[in-house]
C-alpha cells in the first residue's frame, strides 16, 4: 500500500518562508511526483511537479520563482521549499504520486495521479 505523508504545514507571515516534506513508502524515482492545494471552495490545482529522476520540474504561473520543488530519491522524499508567501498560498498542500503518467510538465491536474497524501494546513497571514 502506498503511503504518503506530508509535514511542515502551519501558520506564518506574509513574506516568510516554509519547507514542506513528503515521505513516501515508494521508490520515488520511479514516479513523478506532485505538490497541489486546495484552498476552501476552490479545486485543488497542481503547484508543482517532477520527473522521476528529478532532472524536469515545472511550477503554476502563481507560485513560479517563489517556490521550489525536489526531491530525494536516496530517501524517498519530495520537498517544496516556499518564499515569499502570500496571503492567497492559504490552502490545504497534498503530495501526489504516479507512476505511469507521462511528463506533461506544469500540464497536470488531479485526477491524473493515482497515490495521495492526507495534506498539511498552510496558512498565510497577511
Known amino acids: 500500500q502506498v503511503q504518503l505523508v506530508e509535514s511542515g504545514g502551519r501558520l506564518v507571515q506574509a513574506g516568510g518562508s516554509l519547507r514542506l516534506s513528503c515521505t513516501a513508502s515508494?521508490?520515488?524515482?520511479?514516479?513523478?511526483m506532485g505538490w497541489f492545494r486546495q484552498a476552501p471552495g476552490k479545486e485543488r490545482e497542481l503547484v508543482a511537479a517532477?520527473?522521476?529522476?528529478?532532472?524536469?520540474?515545472a511550477y503554476s504561473d502563481s507560485v513560479k520563482g517563489r517556490f521550489t520543488i525536489s526531491k530525494d530519491n536516496a530517501n524517498n522524499a519530495v520537498y517544496l521549499q516556499m518564499n515569499g508567501l502570500k496571503p492567497e498560498d492559504t490552502a490545504v498542500y497534498y503530495c501526489?504520486?504516479?507512476?505511469?503518467?507521462?511528463?506533461?510538465?506544469?500540464?497536470?491536474?488531479?485526477?491524473?495521479?493515482?497515490?495521495w497524501g492526507q495534506g498539511t494546513q498552510v496558512t498565510v497571514s497577511s
Open positions: 515508494i521508490t520515488v524515482s520511479w514516479y513523478i
Open positions: 501526489a504520486a504516479d507512476r505511469w503518467v507521462p511528463w506533461l510538465d506544469r500540464d497536470y491536474d488531479a485526477s491524473q495521479f493515482q497515490h
Open positions: 517532477i520527473s522521476e529522476n528529478g532532472v524536469n520540474t
